[in-house]
């Protein structure tokens, strides 16, 4: 795993801390730790997946779930943040 170089440099970790942990928990499938490693992993799976999908296959009202999606991942991480301080 590549080491935060926030937490290495700052201390504290960052918003992205646990996300590589939590990526190889769930190949593993060690999908509750996966979780607690990193709760915004799952809305970023869909988010991600969704933006590939469209990108080969529009879809009519693909703006409005992009900004559904997006803002659930970022409201997750910034929770998630905001717990580990």
Do not use: D, W
């Amino acid at each position: 795993m590549l080491p935060c170089l926030n937490k290495k440099l700052l201390g504290i970790e960052c918003p992205g801390c646990g996300l590589q942990r939590a990526v190889s928990l769930i190949f593993q499938g060690q999908f509750r730790e996966a979780f607690l490693m990193y709760p915004a992993i799952y809305p970023l799976i869909p988010l991600l997946g969704f933006l590939l999908f469209n990108n080969f296959y529009p879809v009519k009202h693909a703006n409005k779930i992009i900004i559904a999606l997006t803002a659930s991942t970022i409201l997750l991480i910034i929770t998630n943040f905001i717990f580990k301080l």
